[in-house]
């Protein structure tokens, strides 16, 4: 675990960490495609080197669009507890705000079913294809 920020030399060596200790010995993971998101540091030469010495594993760095929200599931949920917030606190004219907002939040958030998680993360999945295409959604 690093303490503070993470730099494109930091990354590059958790790369090929995963490159050396899973990749490189195990034949069924080359040709493999390592997904991310852009980030400055993903785009760094340092971190393209890496995958340039591990050539003989065939593995590809792909990129997301530049802001794929239809991949990141926890939008769906932060989408639905700010809903319910907003419908809870809408006529509310209250001193006590910051209070109720507090358990309003706590409320929203046990309202989220195992279910919808699930479902949020099918939808991310089927839309991962689209992501890798550089569609913008």
Same mark, same amino acid.
């Not at 490189?24 to 785009?43: K, Y």
């Not at 989408?79 to 358990?103: D, G, P, T």
């Given at each position: 675990?690093?303490?503070?920020?993470?730099?494109?030399?930091?990354?590059?060596?958790?790369?090929?960490?995963?490159?050396?200790?899973?990749?490189?010995?195990?034949?069924?993971?080359?040709?493999?495609?390592?997904?991310?998101?852009?980030?400055?540091?993903?785009?760094? =030469?340092?971190?393209?080197?890496?995958?340039? #010495?591990?050539?003989?594993? %065939?593995?590809? $760095?792909?990129?997301? *669009?530049?802001? +794929?929200?239809?991949?990141?599931?926890?939008?769906?949920?932060?989408?639905?507890?700010?809903?319910?917030?907003?419908?809870?606190?809408?006529?509310?004219?209250?001193?006590?705000?910051?209070?109720?907002?507090?358990?309003?939040? =706590?409320?929203?958030?046990?309202?989220?079913? #195992?279910?919808?998680?699930? %479902?949020?993360? $099918?939808?991310?999945? *089927?839309?991962? +294809?689209?992501?890798?295409?550089?569609?913008?959604?």
């Amino acid at each position: 675990v690093k303490v503070g920020g993470v730099k494109a030399i930091d990354f590059a060596q958790f790369i090929r960490e995963i490159f050396v200790e899973v990749v490189d010995n195990n034949p069924n993971l080359h040709g493999s495609w390592f997904v991310m998101d852009n980030a400055r540091i993903h785009h760094h =030469e340092v971190v393209k080197s890496v995958f340039e #010495e591990f050539s003989h594993c %065939n593995c590809e $760095l792909k990129f997301l *669009s530049p802001y +794929s929200f239809m991949l990141n599931p926890i939008e769906k949920s932060f989408s639905k507890v700010k809903w319910s917030i907003r419908q809870s606190l809408a006529h509310l004219h209250s001193n006590n705000r910051e209070i109720i907002l507090e358990k309003e939040i =706590e409320n929203a958030i046990a309202s989220l079913a #195992e279910n919808d998680l699930q %479902n949020d993360f $099918l939808d991310m999945f *089927s839309n991962i +294809s689209l992501a890798l295409e550089r569609h913008h959604f």
